[in-house]
Antibody, heavy 118, light 107 residues
Framework: EVQLVQSGAEVKKPGESLKISCKGS????????IGWVRQMPGKGLEWMGI????????RYSPSFQGQLTMSVDKSTSTAYLQWSSLKASDSALYYC???????????WGQGTLVTVSS | DIQLTQSPSFLSASVGDRVTITCRAS??????LGWYQQKPGKAPRLLIY???TLQSGVPSRFSGSGSGTEFTLTISSLQPEDFATYYC?????????FGQGTKVEIK
């Protein structure tokens, strides 16, 4: 069974750094792109970017380019999303998802809630 | 970026109704479109990809059609578990944008 398991909720202060994770299992991790999707409270889905675990080729949405970094650790089948300096506006639910059939996200993590507040 | 506009944004319907949601793309995307269902507090679930291919395990009352710039998601007979928010997404170019969502509520 394909599974993506994300790290737990985080509460941070503005200016702090953060790295959240997404661990894949039940499939060949390096063969499928992993994407990240933001959902702000009460709002819709925003495509943030995608990374190919085999070679770490990454594509960012212009809306998020330069604001965060995607990475992977092939040895642990884990993808990461990190911020070097959080803002209150980064408070949201973040999902990772596997890009599968027809380039659609066919499997999703359970989401990681990030709260940034002073 | 390709803009996807869903209509309606909100829909009130009864169990057993036939429901249609439209997604319009700002430029042609062939059939590189998918549909997702999201229930409160849950991750989205893929329903359809390639505009009309049903994802494994998705009930056959869901169907998708369209190509180019206009697409539809149809639920042939709405069931209680179908009350949710639905999103379209294009896969032809980066960023792979989503529509703004259509919330389907009980009448």
């Amino acid at each position: 069974e394909v599974q993506l398991v994300q790290s737990g909720a985080e509460v941070k202060k503005p200016g702090e750094s953060l790295k959240i994770s997404c661990k894949g299992s039940g499939y060949s991790f390096t063969r499928y792109w992993i994407g990240w999707v933001r959902q702000m409270p009460g709002k819709g889905l925003e495509w943030m970017g995608i990374i190919y675990p085999a070679d770490s080729d990454a594509r960012y949405s212009p809306s998020f380019q330069g604001q965060l970094t995607m990475s992977v650790d092939k040895s642990t089948s884990t993808a990461y999303l990190q911020w070097s300096s959080l803002k209150a506006s980064d408070s949201a639910l973040y999902y990772c998802a596997r890009e599968g059939n027809g380039n659609a996200f066919d499997n999703w993590g359970q989401g990681t809630l990030v709260t940034v507040s002073s | 970026d390709i803009q996807l506009t869903q209509s309606p944004s909100f829909l009130s319907a009864s169990v057993g109704d036939r429901v249609t949601i439209t997604c319009r793309a700002s430029q042609g995307i062939s059939t590189h479109l998918g549909w997702y269902q999201q229930k409160p507090g849950k991750a989205p679930r893929l329903l359809i990809y390639g505009a009309s291919t049903l994802q494994s395990g998705v009930p056959s009352r869901f169907s998708g059609s369209g190509s180019g710039t206009e697409f539809t998601l149809t639920i042939s007979s709405l069931q209680p578990e179908d009350f949710a928010t639905y999103y379209c997404q294009q896969f032809i170019i980066y960023p792979r944008t989503f529509g703004q969502g259509t919330k389907v509520e009980i009448k």
